[in-house]
Each structure stands twice: as C-alpha cells, then as structure tokens.
C-alpha cells in the first residue's frame, strides 16, 4: 500500500530539563537551528543557571491584566538575557512566562534578533490574539535580501514552536476563509461567527444588542466593558459593533455578549440553512438526545 506524507508534518523535540511538566521547557525542531526556551517567571532563578541563556535572544513575556479583554505579550530582544530578565522581572508585573527564541549554533547576531523583533511584532499586531504591552514602535531594521529570506524561514519555526507551547501569537484567529459560518441575530442583534479550534470567533463587522437585560447584567456587562475600553465594541447608532475579529472562548460567550443576556451559544448559532451549531458540529442525534434530558 502506498503511503502518502503531508508536507506540512513535523516532529518537535521537547526537553524537561528539571523534569517538570509545567516548568521549564526547551523546544526545538531537530532539522533546524531555531530553539525555544520557555521560562515560567518561578524558575527564573534557576533558568539564568543554564547555557541556553548566553546568546542573543528575541523573547516574548506573556501574561495577563484583569482589565484588559485580551491577554498580553510583549516582545524585545536583546544581547543579554539574564540581565533583561532580571529588569523585567522588576519593573513588569503582568507576565506569568517568559518565551526566548534563540540560535542552537549561537550564530544570530543583533542584526538578526533585531530583524526578528520588528517581524514578531508585526506578525503579532496583523494576528491581534494578543495585546501587545511594548510601548513604542520598531523601525525595520536593514538586512541583505540574503539574510532577510533566511530570517523569514527562521520566523516560521520559532511561530511554530511557540504555538506548540501554548502561546499561539503568531497563529491567524480565523485559518481559512471557507469555513462554515454561523448567524445569531435578535433584537438590535445580527453577528456573524465561526466555530474554530480555539473557540468561537465573532467576526469584523457584527453587531451587539447594546442593552443588556437585568438578570445578565452581573455577567455579561463586566465583560463587554472590558471589550469596550480595548476598542474591540464601538457604539454605533444605538447598537455595539466589531471593530475586529474576535475570540472567545466557547460559543456560548460569544452569544451571551452578541445579545445582551444569558445563551446558550450551541443553540443561538445557526447556519445558513437554520441549522444550529449542536446540530451541525455535534450531530442532530445528539441535539436530540440533549433536549430530552
């Protein structure tokens, strides 16, 4: 039997080095020079032990505030890693994890983290998965044709490997235009959303009743307060509007923030034949099986 090899597969290589799960983590593709070191803020004391943290970096500091509607990234390079570390971790309160992109050869130099800076920063703005914390904006740095397609490749990997490790900045919220869209419409309502790996995404463009009704008020308005002051809802004549692409964690979240109360997202998103998204993603037995319970 002929076997047939999708050009896209990978094999990642992780290693524990305290043998801890959830603690420090170095990953790496074996065909390439590109390594990732993920530090959680706990370990940092035992991080700056390592060799890993000798070369140049890029590096990415991840967490959360409690204010803000999406989590937080920001992203530097520098010569020095033990020492950049260090001031962050004594003038940044919001990061959780540390991520460093560096060279298994040791051979990037600043004119290579640089570039990768400016890259990563843009790749993480056109995403918009993240909110980024850096407060002033990166010029793109020079480098030869030469050196700009091997940084661009170089790219690709450590997104890779970011992503594998649970930061997914670099990932594209909605992968492909064709997948299959749903509606929730009500009053003052009309959004239009897809159903993806990571969540629900509300698309660009749907609109939000802007009342919300007394029983949901506790858990609806906090956080579409929060979507507010980040600019992702903008008021427009009396209803709330997408300002951009945005993911929720389950349907029903987005459902609840689309039409002023509490829903049940499986049941409020249909497709364009009616259908709702349980039926549709869980099968129409199963939707049936639920309604009896």
Not at 38 to 55: F, G, Q, T, Y
Not at 101 to 129: D, M, P
Not at 150 to 175: C, M, R
Not at 212 to 217: D, E
């Given at each position: 039997m002929?076997?047939?090899?999708?050009?896209?597969?990978?094999?990642?290589?992780?290693?524990?080095?305290?043998?801890?799960?959830?603690?420090i983590?170095?990953?790496?593709?074996p065909?390439?020079?590109?390594?990732?070191?993920?530090?959680?803020?706990?370990?940092?004391?035992?991080?700056?032990?390592?060799?890993?943290?000798?070369?140049?970096?890029?590096?990415?500091?991840?967490?959360?505030m409690?204010?803000?509607?999406?989590?937080?990234?920001?992203?530097?390079?520098t010569?020095?890693?033990?020492?950049?570390?260090d001031?962050?971790?004594?003038?940044?309160d919001?990061?959780?994890?540390?991520?460093?992109?560096?060279?298994?050869?040791?051979?990037?130099?600043?004119s290579?983290?640089?570039?990768?800076?400016w890259?990563?920063?843009?790749?993480?703005?056109?995403?918009s998965?993240?909110?980024?914390?850096?407060d002033q904006?990166?010029?793109?740095p020079?480098v030869?044709?030469p050196?700009?397609?091997?940084?661009?490749?170089?790219?690709?990997?450590?997104?890779?490997?970011?992503?594998?490790?649970?930061?997914?900045?670099?990932?594209?919220?909605?992968?492909?235009e064709?997948?299959?869209?749903?509606?929730?419409?009500?009053?003052?309502?009309d959004?239009?959303?897809?159903?993806?790996?990571?969540?629900?995404?509300?698309?660009?463009?749907?609109?939000?009743?802007?009342?919300?009704?007394p029983?949901?008020m506790?858990?609806?308005?906090?956080?579409?307060?929060?979507?507010?002051?980040?600019?992702?809802?903008?008021?427009?004549?009396?209803?709330?509007?997408?300002?951009?692409?945005?993911?929720f964690?389950s349907?029903?979240?987005?459902?609840?923030i689309?039409?002023g109360r509490?829903a049940?997202?499986?049941?409020?998103?249909?497709?364009?034949?009616?259908m709702?998204?349980?039926?549709?993603?869980?099968?129409?037995?199963q939707?049936?099986?639920?309604a009896?319970?």
């Amino acid at each position: 039997m002929k076997m047939t090899t999708n050009s896209q597969a990978k094999t990642l290589q992780i290693f524990l080095p305290t043998g801890e799960p959830r603690g420090i983590r170095i990953a790496e593709i074996p065909t390439r020079i590109v390594q990732v070191v993920l530090i959680p803020r706990s370990e940092l004391a035992e991080a700056k032990k390592r060799n890993e943290l000798d070369p140049v970096a890029v590096y990415m500091l991840f967490g959360e505030m409690e204010e803000a509607a999406k989590p937080l990234v920001y992203i530097g390079q520098t010569e020095d890693p033990r020492k950049r570390l260090d001031y962050h971790n004594a003038n940044k309160d919001f990061w959780r994890t540390a991520v460093l992109g560096i060279s298994k050869t040791q051979n990037f130099t600043s004119s290579h983290i640089q570039y990768l800076e400016w890259l990563c920063i843009q790749k993480a703005k056109e995403v918009s998965r993240f909110a980024l914390d850096n407060d002033q904006s990166v010029c793109k740095p020079f480098v030869t044709e030469p050196m700009e397609a091997d940084l661009l490749d170089t790219f690709d990997t450590l997104a890779t490997l970011v992503s594998a490790l649970g930061y997914p900045v670099f990932e594209p919220i909605i992968k492909t235009e064709t997948a299959e869209k749903f509606y929730c419409r009500g009053k003052d309502a009309d959004a239009v959303g897809e159903f993806v790996e990571d969540g629900f995404v509300v698309r660009k463009g749907s609109f939000a009743r802007m009342e919300i009704v007394p029983s949901a008020m506790e858990t609806v308005s906090s956080f579409r307060a929060k979507l507010q002051e980040s600019g992702v809802l903008v008021e427009d004549n009396g209803r709330l509007r997408f300002t951009q692409d945005y993911l929720f964690s389950s349907p029903s979240g987005a459902a609840a923030i689309v039409l002023g109360r509490t829903a049940n997202g499986w049941i409020e998103w249909k497709d364009a034949e009616g259908m709702t998204l349980s039926e549709v993603k869980r099968g129409p037995e199963q939707e049936l099986n639920r309604a009896a319970e």
